[in-house]
């Protein structure tokens, strides 16, 4: 099986484009199942290591997929590296938006606020358990809203948890760097406040599923944020995938696909 059939398959067209913003890439897309609902969403946040290249297109398939089996789901674009206002702090303040957007379409749409699950792959990863975390900011740091949209639990594949240790490793030939505009010894305040592990607890369930032949982002990412998680008595559970690489953790047509919608489903 190709793990680039995602990327390289056109995508089931959405049920809705709807924009948050005026920007061209400040929109989602809904998939939404039969009948009035209201539905449980699965609010998803695609990889691409943040950059203008990869956009959510890839991500409709397996939206599509979790639409078939139940879920409302709610894929957010957003700007990224090589974009105008894309990088720190223009990408996490677009997910932001996107995620608060739910809010207020909600009603009109059939969908079930109090049954809100985030994902993400890879970058998406990063920025979904961020979502999470936001509520963890106080008042007087960059980043920080009141009220933000309150999710019933987050699931990560293969996630970019730790930023400075994504930085440290590397990651997409530095792209953390670039990313952020500078490492974590140049910019601390803003590793302080968009990365996740430096959130920890989060204080909501959370799942880590992680391929253990993961070249992309290796699996050390995903242990160690558990670990401290673990540490901290937060609610966090990881699921190593044996023998799995990048990819087919958002592929509906692989054998590691199951394993993330009962993440999903173990959430609701």
Partial sequence: MSSMWVLETPQPPPDARIAYGEAPQQFTELRKPKGKGPHPVV?????????????????????????????????????RVGQAGGGFPGTLEDVASAADHLMSAAPSLGLDLSNVVAMGHSAGG????WLAARHRLTPKQALYRD???????????AG???LAQGAALD????????????????????YAVASPAALQPLKLPQVL????????VPLKVSEG?????VQQKDPVHL??????????????????????????????
């Fill in 171 to 190: 990651l997409g030939k530095g792209i953390v760097k670039t990313f952020m505009g500078g490492t974590p010894e140049q910019v601390p305040e803003r």
């Fill in 239 to 268: 699921v190593p995938l044996k023998g799995a690489g990048h990819f087919e953790l958002i592929d509906p047509r692989s054998k590691e696909w199951p394993r993330v919608v009962q993440a999903v489903r173990t959430l609701r």
């Fill in 43 to 79: 609010l998803f946040v695609h990889g691409g290591f943040w950059r203008a290249e990869y956009g959510l297109e890839h991500a409709g398939h397996l939206c599509a997929d979790l639409t078939k089996r139940g879920f409302a789901t709610w894929s957010l674009e957003y700007r």
């Fill in 147 to 157: 009220a933000p949209l309150k999710l019933k639990g987050v699931v990560s594949l």
């Fill in 225 to 229: 944020f558990h670990a401290r998680g």
């Fill in 209 to 216: 599923l992680h391929g253990t032949e993961d070249d992309t």
């Fill in 126 to 129: 990063h920025l979904a358990m």
């Fill in 160 to 162: 970019v948890l730790d």
